[in-house]
């Protein structure tokens, strides 16, 4: 890949829990390398920082990338409405600007450059979005970027994740060390996203109790962001296996909470369990959750292994259609 031009930056500011924001990085860096721009990450937010630093580069190593824009009074942005507030985070700039409605589905776009232009004159590119937007960027798959047009969507953020933006070596030593303290044997992986309540919790046992049927021997590895239904899935099955992170009082979210001691940690204890979920043997997950999509495109198990409790859900299924068509 060409090298960058040292004084054009994109910057991919972070929004939403780590799924989304993981997303929203690979489109960011994906732009950057095109465009021949230096590429920067940028979770200063409090979401995952604890006080206002960016951690991206905490929990991922990424090629080529730098911490922060060199210049936040430069008035070169595209788009220019964030002139004069480079140094905001996206959830203040929807704050400040649209009345708190954060859940626009392109709202993004008011925020970002147009992706499928790369010739933006501007020093600065800046974007947000909750989620990936490949079919955007496909027209610039050329040349020496070839390659890329024949791989799907999800086989391109696996390409990224795998060669491109990397686990943070600190965090994937953890993730080796339990899996070889806690995980011998065959494993069936299990993401319960129970806080938002969009999956019934017999959803996921319906498909457990089947798998677990045939492969009896099998650890169950839990990955969930609810004390209650850890609890529930430890009292139906022998062998449950979870890692230690922390859970908020009376069953509120665990992300974007004031009461979380450490923010930081709380995105390392999500990045360890959504690595651990890649490692397992089989995997059952709801599809609609962007944290379990990247789990299962990270891993390596094969598809036919991989159960999405939501693949048929008629609702799930109108929704994620209609997210494509307003991408």
């Known amino acids: 890949m060409p090298d960058a031009n040292p004084d054009l930056y994109f910057c991919a500011k972070g929004k939403a829990g780590l799924g989304n924001r993981m997303l929203a990085a690979i489109t960011g860096w994906l732009y950057a390398e095109l465009s021949g721009r230096i590429f920067v990450p940028d979770w200063s937010d409090f979401t995952y920082s604890n006080d206002g630093t960016n951690v991206f580069h905490q929990l991922f190593q990424c090629e080529r990338s730098l911490s922060a824009l060199p210049d936040l009074a430069e008035t070169s942005v595209a788009p220019p409405v964030w002139a004069g507030r480079l140094d905001k985070s996206a959830n203040d700039m929807v704050t400040e600007l649209d009345n708190d409605d954060h859940g626009g589905a392109t709202l993004w776009r008011k925020y970002s450059v147009d992706l499928t232009r790369l010739d933006h004159a501007e020093r600065y590119a800046?974007?947000?979005?909750?989620t990936q937007h490949i079919q955007l960027l496909r027209k610039h798959f050329t040349g020496a970027w070839a390659e890329w047009a024949k791989l799907s969507d999800d086989q391109v953020i696996a390409r990224v994740l795998q060669r491109h933006i990397l686990l943070a070596p600190g965090i994937r030593r953890q993730v080796d060390a339990f899996k070889a303290a806690n995980l011998p044997g065959e494993v069936i992986g299990v993401h319960v996203r129970?806080?938002?309540?969009?999956?019934s919790i017999h959803d996921f046992l319906k498909h457990l109790d089947k798998l677990h049927a045939k492969r009896p021997d099998a650890a169950i590895f839990l990955a969930t962001d609810n004390k209650e239904a850890e609890n529930l899935i430890r009292g139906r099955?022998?062998?449950v296996v979870t890692t230690p992170k922390w859970f908020p009082e009376g069953g509120i979210s665990m992300h974007q909470n004031p009461e979380c001691p450490d923010r930081t940690n709380n995105a390392v204890e999500a990045l360890i369990d959504m690595y651990l979920l890649a490692e397992c043997d089989y995997l059952i997950f709801p599809g609609s959750s962007t944290f379990s999509k990247i789990a299962s495109l990270i891993s390596k198990m094969p598809r036919a292994k991989m159960i999405d409790i939501e693949r048929y859900n008629p609702r799930i299924r109108l929704k994620?259609?209609?997210k494509a068509i307003l991408q």
Do not use: A
């Open 237 to 239: 099955y022998p062998r």
């Open 194 to 199: 129970y806080m938002d309540r969009r999956t």
């Open 126 to 130: 800046m974007f947000w979005s909750y």
């Open 320 to 322: 994620k259609l209609i």
